[in-house]
């Protein structure tokens, strides 16, 4: 068998080579990292369960037209993508006021917002991923004016889209982190949906328990991350109902 080649390695994801020109093969691990992996910690599962969530969501958006890399799932750990030009920005769109927001303005976790708020964190991690405004992003040129107005109008779609699929399920969706690509089709150029969308990068809440579902419980030393995770797939119906998912890892529906 042939060794891949690696092209980039994150903090929960590896990147690489992929069979065909323009196309990648991402691997999800187990690593659970927080505040700028000064946490780390190896959960056994979470890769498959992240990969199969973000599967579902990404194949759901493209369904309804909004454009993101993902071609098709290869694996329980790894799925085919497009290659993009990464944008440095990390888009996090808010609903709730939870985490850094409830911090920084005094509000109190929980708090409803007045409407959906769009905020922009440059992707560094030497610097923190530290929140930036338009005008940051567009004099020191990781994206343009155009793109902005693109990167705005898929992040309300997806929210959008999001909101309605979570609360079909009892879940709440507090916020999440939205990453995005330049997707290169000849001369011509898109805006995609990249990365990956899952439990690790939204805060989703039980509508009636207000339990929370996603990395908070490992930020939070909460413990359950994995029972957490399965209970959305549970409800998504990527996974069947009488799964014992904690042994020999979750064996998920096909």
Request: hydrophobic letters at 40%; aromatic letters at 8%.
């Amino acid at each position: 068998m042939n060794r891949r080649r690696r092209v980039y390695e994150g903090k929960a994801k590896v990147l690489y080579e992929g069979p065909e020109p323009g196309t990648l093969i991402q691997h999800f691990k187990d690593d659970a990292t927080a505040f700028n992996a000064k946490k780390h910690e190896v959960i056994d599962g979470k890769g498959v369960l992240n990969n199969r969530i973000s599967e579902y969501i990404f194949q759901n958006l493209n369904d309804i037209g909004i454009p993101t890399h993902f071609i098709r799932r290869l694996n329980m750990r790894e799925q085919l993508i497009r290659e993009v030009e990464i944008i440095p920005l990390e888009v996090v769109v808010r609903n709730v006021a939870a985490g850094s927001l409830a911090k920084r303005l005094g509000l109190e976790e929980g708090t409803p917002l007045p409407r959906s708020i769009i905020e922009f964190y440059y992707k560094n991690n030497e610097l923190g991923d530290p929140i930036v405004s338009e005008e940051h992003i567009t004099a020191f040129g990781w994206a343009s004016p155009q793109e902005i107005d693109d990167i705005m109008a898929l992040a309300i779609r997806v929210n959008d889209f999001l909101t309605g699929l979570f609360l079909g399920v009892g879940i709440r969706l507090v916020d999440f982190k939205l990453e995005t690509g330049r997707l290169w089709e000849g001369e011509m150029m898109r805006i995609v949906v990249a990365d990956e969308i899952s439990p690790d990068s939204c805060r989703l809440w039980d509508i009636k328990s207000k339990d929370k579902l996603d990395k908070d419980r490992f930020r939070q030393d909460m413990g359950g991350l994995v029972e957490a995770y399965t209970e959305v797939a549970r409800r998504l119906g990527i996974l069947s109902e009488n799964e014992n998912i904690i042994t020999g890892g979750p064996r998920l529906v096909q």
